[in-house]
């Protein structure tokens, strides 16, 4: 089953497009093919010096001055030969007291994924253009400019790009899947962290990590590890739009459990396409999720552990509270076996308005060639941010880092199949609940989006509500919500609350 839960269509995943091929089982297909461009092979530290340049930014009408390090860090063997050079991009803030100031350590998901979406989107201090403060996708070409809501106004920031990512690639001769399976990115990762940390006379700093989509997976898995291998306790861990158990995500016959976790963000879509009665088009977007919330746990729920034995009195009232919640027609819904997948809610739910709906942020719309069939052809959030965000970092990378290479930079590419070893999903929570209980100053901030698909907000609570942590321990993570979809901080305003809620979780985590 590992494997199977490999090849879903994760996250924040640039260059692929949906195709919902089978029932409950989204594959993916390639825009371009991988390109397995090596680093020359080398021993010990066989690998480019960094380009460093300097910058001032304002961000609260305070000036910051600050330096930014473009470069690898080596992978090593055993034998102390560079196997892998792991591409990154810091900013530390000058004049700082190091023991004093956080240090944190960022990546997005994929698998595959590049950092680029945290680094110009988010937390960075440049970010790109949008066209409106909704995140619209503005005409080619594209541009960045200073990012206001940088979190460099209170900590260093390390984005790292994992092997076959962004320019990170293996050395000649080192095949590339030995470091794209969940334990291989692991140790990987976790190396890196503690060389930069040892570098760069950083293990007296607050320490960091911030994950994005399969990011909050690798966030996981890395608090455990860096405890475990390296003595390397953390004091915060940021989880943006969060998945740390496969099962909750993979619609997969026999597993019901994702019909009853996405149902909400189906509600909150409905809603903001105006689909759902007056009653509930009228609710507090929060009020809605809690609403539909408390029929996904309760009367679907029941229903869902009937399966075939279902009473038909029982279907009916499930199929009404459905519609009800959905705005997808009764016969839809019955036809589905009450049953909804998140590809032929991206499909049905604007099918008569010849629209389809966004993975990653439903609140996007694009369209298909026609209105038939059960999933959509693409997904229009991610054509939306694509080559808005690829063209940018392309620009910033040469222009004001200086950093010029002939390798095509790697926002995602295809780093599967991942190595099955156990018929199991994949569940990082244990590992998480662990490390939290042995380290009870760890932190933890997560962060939903009210229309995101991908990762939806039920999901990652009812994940935070099944660790099995005793309350002084839950009681160190919070939950926040924001009005958009997987990547919220498009939104100019979600973008300013993820900084905010940021700033205030940091001053909680380091006292």
Known sequence: MKKTIFTLSFFIIAQLQVSYAQKGSPKMAMQHPMHHDSLAPGKNDSVPPPVVTHHHITIGGKTINYTATAGYMPVKDKDESVRAKIFYIAYTADGEDANKRPVTFTFNGGPGSSSIWLHMGAIGPVRVHFADDNGAAPTPPYTYGDNENSWLSFTDL???DPVSTGFSRTVKGVDPSKYHGYSEDIASMGDFIRMYTTRNERWGSPKFLTGESYGTTRASGLSGYLQNAYGMYLNGITLVSSVLNFEYIDFARGND??????????????????????ELESMNIADLAKKTETFASGTYSYFLMKGDQ???????????????????????????????????????????DGK?????????????????????????????????????????????????????????TNVWPWPSTDNSYLDVSETLRR????????????????????????NAEYAVDHMGLRNDVRNNIILNYYGAGHMMYVNNADDAKLKADAEKFYQSAVK
């Open 435 to 458: 490390a939290m209980t042995q380290n009870p100053g760890l932190k933890v901030m997560v962060c939903c989006g009210y229309y995101d698909l991908a990762t939806p907000f039920y």
């Open 310 to 352: 279902a009473p038909a009195d029982l279907t009916n009232k499930v199929i009404d509270s459905l519609s009800y919640f959905t705005g997808l027609s009764k016969e839809y819904i019955r036809n589905c076996n009450e049953r909804i997948y998140d590809g032929r809610f991206f499909k049905e739910l604007m099918r008569t």
């Open 158 to 160: 390390v984005f790292i």
């Open 257 to 278: 459990l994702p019909y009853a976790l996405f149902l909400p963000t189906y509600a909150t879509t409905a809603q903001f396409h105006k689909k759902l009665s007056p």
């Open 356 to 412: 389809t709906v966004g993975r990653y942020d439903s609140r996007y719309m694009g369209e298909d060639a026609d209105d038939d069939g059960e999933s959509p052809s693409y997904d229009p959030s991610y054509s939306a941010v694509s080559g808005l965000f690829n063209g940018a970092l392309n620009e910033y990378m040469r222009k004001d880092l200086n950093y010029k290479s002939d390798l095509p930079y790697e926002a995602l």
